[in-house]
């Protein structure tokens, strides 16, 4: 019988953290109704899951749901993980997906992780970001990208792509890049972490694993199709920066 674990690596990273994210009315609505996303979906239930594609020496890593109300980029990941599935043996890399970092948070369709801004704790011991941040360390990653949304009236409130100049040059210019293939504006600072503590791309940055947070509009709890497309957009110009498609 064919199965997803002997054609894509898993493994469960926290189970304290699973969560029905098919709850997630707006989620659910569009998602495809597949094997796979089924797959991905039960797996979401025992906790936050990594899954893992290809096998080559570059290593990626690509979060989403760190908000669980952020709903666009946790469908992206889905669509992006099921192209791949297809692609699995093309790859020119090895991809780690963590497409619902809280399914529990997605499944409330909440921002918080007991009462935690999950964005804001990664350098903090035994978090679930810390625990993100110490997964991409064991598994030697080249890059992490971290996607997320932003409703018109809070932080960002745009369209964009977080980066630094400083420690680690290439978020930058990796920064540039998905900005120049796409036209996401480039938001970027010259510190990591300079302007707030414990998101997940500053202390990976920090920590000399160059990373980015990408940003597309939409309400938070909802989506449109748009929504969606435009990060899956982004999901692919960061692999496209590396060659990997
Ligand atoms: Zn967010």
Same mark, same amino acid.
């Not at 760190?66 to 952020?70: A, D």
């Not at 963590?98 to 970092?101: D, R, S």
């Not at 990664?122 to 035994?126: E, R, T």
């Given at each position: 019988m064919f199965c997803f674990e002997d054609v894509i690596g898993s493994d469960i990273l926290?189970?304290? &953290?699973?969560?029905?994210?098919? /709850?997630n009315y707006y989620l659910f609505k569009h998602i495809p109704k597949t094997p796979f996303s089924r797959y991905i979906l039960g797996e979401a239930v025992k906790g936050t899951s990594i899954f893992k594609f290809g096998s080559g020496d570059l290593k990626l890593m690509l979060v989403s749901g760190?908000?669980?109300?952020?709903i666009p980029p946790q469908i992206a990941s889905l669509l992006l993980m099921e192209k791949l599935l297809n692609n699995n043996n093309n790859l020119n890399g090895t991809v780690y997906f %963590?497409?619902? =970092?809280s399914p529990k948070s997605t499944m409330q369709n909440v921002r918080w992780f007991n009462n935690n801004d999950l964005n804001r704790s990664? /350098? %903090? =011991?035994?978090s679930l970001t810390n625990k993100v941040l110490r997964k991409a360390h064991e598994l030697n990653i080249d890059s992490l990208a971290d996607f997320h949304s932003t409703s018109i009236? &809070?932080?960002?409130g745009r369209e964009g792509i977080f980066c630094s100049l400083k420690p680690l040059y290439e978020s930058y210019e990796i920064g540039t890049y998905i900005s120049k293939k796409i036209g996401s504006e480039v938001l970027s600072f010259d510190v990591a972490g300079s302007a707030f503590k414990g998101a997940l791309e500053d202390e990976c940055n920090l920590s000399n694993i160059p990373a980015v947070t990408c940003e597309v509009l939409s309400p938070h709890g909802y989506t449109k199709e748009e929504s969606y497309l435009r990060s899956l957009e982004q999901m692919e110009a960061f692999l496209s920066y590396f060659n990997v498609l």
């Open positions: 926290f189970s304290d &953290s699973g969560g029905f994210v098919s /709850a760190v908000h669980g109300n952020e %963590i497409p619902f =970092l990664s /350098a %903090i =011991l035994g009236n &809070s932080n960002p």
